[in-house]
């Protein structure tokens, strides 16, 4: 069965950098995207960019533009989410989630990472 | 980008009843529509896609309709696992984004 399994919780102080990773199982890693959405508390979910699997390609929302790193490693079907300069509102779980290429929709979820970002 | 509105925030229902919540797109996402329904400490759980379709697994009580940039998760009969929030994604343009969600809780 399709499993993603996430890295654990995290603190980290303000101005630092966070590296999130996700392992999947249970499907060809190269088939499908990987995308990083994250979900600050009591707010809905918010897509902050994607990786192929394949290529190594990337797509990031704007706003984490220069922020975040998403790379892969395909000899264990692992990807990785780098964000830099943490700030105070970067608090928040970090979710891996599968998608089609073609259909940006997630069928497949990790349990979420809890980044705290506090002095 | 597209900015997703849900409606309303909250939705207080009793068990058996119906559920009808709805999400709009600040313009056309043709049906690239996507629902989700999430529990506390819990990922999303993927429902329905093409606005339309229930995923696999999905119970038949939950439906989905619209169009454009009016769209419409119905849960026809709700059951106690139903009480949860769930959000809608538009797909169609990137950057994709998420609505507020709605919570339905018991009456």
């Known amino acids: 069965q399709v499993q993603l399994v996430q890295s654990g919780t995290e603190v980290k102080k303000p101005g630092a950098s966070v590296r999130v990773s996700c392992k999947t199982s249970?499907?060809?890693?190269?088939?499908?995207?990987l995308n990083w959405v994250r979900q600050a508390p009591g707010q809905g979910p918010e897509w902050m960019g994607r990786?192929?699997?394949?290529?190594?390609?990337?797509n990031y929302a704007q706003k984490f533009q220069g922020r975040v790193t998403m790379t892969r490693d395909t000899s264990i079907n692992t990807a990785y989410m780098e964000l830099k300069r943490l700030r105070s509102d970067d608090t928040a779980v970090y979710y891996c989630?599968?998608?089609?290429?073609?259909?940006?929709?997630?069928?497949?979820w990790g349990p979420g990472t809890l980044v705290t970002v506090s002095s | 980008e597209i900015v997703m509105t849900q409606s309303p925030a909250t939705l207080s229902v009793s068990p058996g009843e119906r559920a009808t919540l709805s999400c709009r797109a600040s313009?056309?996402?043709?049906?690239?529509l996507v629902w989700y329904q999430q529990k506390p400490g819990q990922a999303p759980r993927f429902l329905i896609y093409?606005?339309?379709t229930r995923a696999t697994g999905i119970p038949a009580r939950f439906s989905g309709s619209g169009s454009g940039t009016e769209f419409t998760l119905t849960i026809s009969s709700l059951q106690s696992e139903d009480f949860a929030f769930y959000y809608c994604?538009?797909?169609?343009?990137?950057?994709?984004?998420f609505g507020g969600g709605t919570k339905v809780e018991i009456k």
């Open positions: 994604q538009q797909y169609n343009k990137w950057p994709l984004t």
């Open positions: 249970g499907y060809t890693f190269a088939a499908y995207s």
């Open positions: 313009q056309s996402v043709s049906d690239n």
């Open positions: 093409g606005a339309s």
């Open positions: 989630a599968r998608s089609d290429y073609d259909f940006s929709f997630f069928d497949y």
């Open positions: 990786i192929n699997p394949n290529s190594g390609g990337t």
